[in-house]
């Protein structure tokens, strides 16, 4: 079992920045691909970054590529999605979630934190 926190949301306005922080924890959780989806309102949940076991290797939605920036820090079993910029529509519920393999698709996530909000004004 794999349990991940998530911290760091908050409200902001367009424009500002923000750091999420997802803390593992649980037996292998340092061997786990970790992904970042967020919720709006009323809409799908949706791929925002992934970062591979290891952090060798990211992939972001487009609609975030160059604004966000995913990372973590072994030592301490936390991933970070550093974001900035931030829009109206980056308005959701943001998740962490644990996988075997740094993919788009929620479905292959095994883990998942229970979601910090970001609310950002215009």
């Given at each position: 079992?794999?349990?991940?926190?998530?911290?760091?949301?908050?409200?902001?306005?367009?424009?500002?920045?923000?750091?999420?922080?997802?803390?593992?924890?649980?037996?292998?959780?340092?061997s786990?691909?970790?992904?970042?989806?967020?919720?709006?309102?009323?809409?799908?949940?949706?791929?925002?970054?992934?970062?591979?076991?290891?952090?060798?290797?990211?992939?972001?939605?487009?609609?975030?590529?160059?604004?966000?920036?995913?990372?973590?820090?072994?030592?301490?079993?936390?991933?970070?999605?550093?974001?900035?910029?931030?829009?109206?529509?980056?308005?959701?519920?943001?998740?962490?979630?644990?996988?075997?393999?740094?993919v788009?698709?929620?479905?292959?996530?095994?883990?998942?934190?229970?979601g910090?909000q970001?609310?950002v004004?215009?």
């Open positions: 079992q794999v349990q991940l926190v998530e911290s760091g949301g908050g409200l902001v306005q367009a424009g500002d920045s923000l750091r999420l922080s997802c803390a593992a924890s649980g037996r292998t959780s340092s786990y691909a970790m992904g970042w989806f967020r919720q709006a309102p009323g809409k799908e949940r949706e791929f925002v970054a992934t970062i591979s076991v290891g952090g060798g290797g990211t992939t972001y939605a487009d609609s975030v590529k160059g604004r966000f920036t995913v990372s973590n820090d072994n030592a301490k079993n936390t991933v970070y999605l550093q974001m900035n910029s931030l829009k109206p529509e980056d308005t959701a519920v943001y998740y962490c979630a644990a996988g075997k393999v740094p788009t698709t929620a479905l292959m996530y095994d883990y998942w934190g229970q910090t970001v609310t004004s215009s």
